[in-house]
C-alpha cells in the first residue's frame, strides 16, 4: 500500500525554508564580515575585539541579532526534512534529525551571545581602568571559549556536518533525492569538517590549520543547504507518491502472491 511521501504544503514549506534560511544567513554574515572583519576577528586578542564591537555601536549588535536568527530558521526544515522525504520511519534518519536541530541550537548559543554577553563585557572594558580591564579579559576569554569556540563553533559545527553526512547518505542509500546531491553533500562535509583545525588551534596550540577551511567550508555547506531545498521545491508531482509502507521506494521491491498448486486447482474442481 503507497503511502503519500508529504503534501505539497510541506514539501513548500521545507524547500523554501531551507532556501531563504541558506540565503538570509549567508546576507546577514556578509554584512558582518564587511562590517566587523567576522570571522577573522574571533582570533584576535580581547584589546582588539571588544574596543571594535564598540565601535560598531548599536547596529553591530543588530546585525549579529539577524545573523543568529536567520541561522535559526534552519531548525524548522531539518525537523520536518524525514516527513517530506517519506522515511519517517528510518531510525539513523531520526538520530540525524535530532543531531541537526541541536547544531542549529548550539549554533545560535554562540551567535546569540555577542547580543546578550558581549556588549556589557565590551562596555566595561572601554570605560575602565587597568584593574577592570584585566577582569574582563579573563572574563571575555572564558566566555569566547565556552560559548563560542566550544559549543557554537566547535560542537556545533561537529554536528550540522554529521547531520549533512546522514542526510547525504540516505540519499545515496535510498535514491529518494538526485545522486548528485548525496555526493556533494559529502565533498561539502568533509570541506566543512576542515575548519576544526582552526577552532582546535585555540586550545592546542600548533594544531595544523587551513585558512581557507572556515570560508569554503562554510561557504559550500551553506550552498548545499540551499541546493537541498531547491531540489526539495522542484521535485515532480511523481515524487510525491515514491514510497511505499516502510520506507522502500515504489517499485523497488514486491510482495509475492501464492498461486494455487495445480493440484489444488484439480481438487476444487472435482465435485
Known amino acids: 500500500m503507497k503511502a503519500p511521501i508529504t503534501d505539497h504544503s510541506h514539501r513548500r514549506t521545507t524547500g523554501g525554508l531551507f532556501v531563504v534560511g541558506a540565503l538570509a544567513f549567508a546576507g546577514a554574515a556578509t554584512v558582518l564580515s564587511s562590517t566587523f572583519d567576522w570571522p577573522d576577528i ?60 541541536t547544531s542549529v541550537v548550539l549554533s545560535l548559543i554562540g551567535f546569540l551571545r555577542w547580543v546578550f554577553v558581549v556588549p556589557p563585557l565590551a562596555d566595561s572594558y572601554v570605560s575602565g581602568n587597568a584593574v577592570t580591564r584585566a577582569a574582563v579579559d579573563a572574563a571575555w576569554t572564558a566566555q569566547h ?66 585558512d581557507l577551511g572556515g570560508l569554503i567550508g562554510s561557504t559550500s555547506w551553506g550552498l548545499w543547504v540551499a541546493a537541498l531545498g531547491v531540489v526539495i521545491l522542484l521535485r515532480p508531482a511523481r515524487s510525491e507518491n515514491a514510497t511505499i509502507e516502510g520506507g522502500l521506494p515504489a517499485g523497488s521491491a514486491s510482495i509475492p502472491v501464492p498461486r494455487p498448486s495445480a493440484a489444488a486447482d484439480v481438487r476444487s474442481s472435482l465435485p
Request: aromatic share 10%.
Open 42 to 101: 574571533l582570533r584576535e586578542p580581547t584589546a582588539v575585539v571588544l574596543p571594535a564591537f564598540v565601535a560598531g555601536g548599536t547596529s553591530l549588535v543588530w546585525t549579529w541579532f539577524a545573523t543568529a536568527w536567520t541561522y535559526a530558521i534552519l531548525i524548522v526544515p531539518i525537523l520536518l526534512l524525514p516527513t517530506v522525504l517519506g522515511r519517517r520511519g528510518d531510525p539513523a534518519l531520526r538520530v540525524a534529525t535530532y543531531v541537526g536541530a
Open 145 to 210: 571559549q565556552f560559548g563560542g569556540a566550544l559549543l557554537g563553533e566547535h560542537l556545533g559545527q561537529l554536528l550540522a556536518v554529521a547531520w549533512s553526512v546522514a542526510v547525504s547518505v540516505a540519499i545515496l542509500r535510498t535514491r529518494v533525492l538526485p545522486r548528485w546531491l548525496g555526493v556533494a553533500g559529502l565533498v561539502v562535509s568533509a570541506l566543512y569538517l576542515t575548519n576544526q583545525g582552526d577552532i582546535l588551534a585555540t586550545a592546542v596550540p600548533g594544531f595544523p590549520v587551513w
